[in-house]
């Protein structure tokens, strides 16, 4: 089984925060690039953050930059989105996201392999 698995959402209140985590199997996730991404019904997808493989930069949307933090685990064969200070906005379905070592964070690439979504719900 080859798979992307997201966890970590929930309801959490205006400023608070929350943890995703993005737990790979069947493939090592230390030669992919990944990102983050969010989607509501009827809405356009959002890239939100990413982080590479071989050149080891990180990317954050405007949205989200000195607020949010991607980080991997390469033991755990995992990465993370940590998110802090949480605004209503950030409301959507997050999706992890897998693509092949030369994609580019900051720039449009294909997705090899999708997560199935973890709801993040910012309301007091």
């Known amino acids: 089984q080859v798979q992307l698995v997201e966890s970590g959402g929930g309801l959490v209140q205006p400023g608070g925060s929350l943890t995703l985590s993005c737990a790979a199997s069947g493939f090592t996730l230390d030669y992919y690039t990944v990102g983050w991404f969010r989607q509501a019904p009827g809405k356009e997808r959002e890239g939100v953050s990413c982080?590479?493989?071989?050149?080891?930069?990180?990317y954050y949307a405007d949205s989200v930059k000195g607020r949010f933090t991607i980080s991997r685990d390469n033991a755990k064969n995992s990465v993370y989105l940590q998110m802090n200070s949480l605004k209503p906005e950030d409301t959507d379905v997050y999706y992890c996201a897998a693509a092949g070592a030369q994609a580019l964070c900051g720039r449009a690439f294909t997705v090899r392999y999708w997560g199935q979504g973890t709801q993040v719900t910012v309301s007091s």
């Open positions: 982080i590479s493989s071989s050149i080891g930069s990180t």
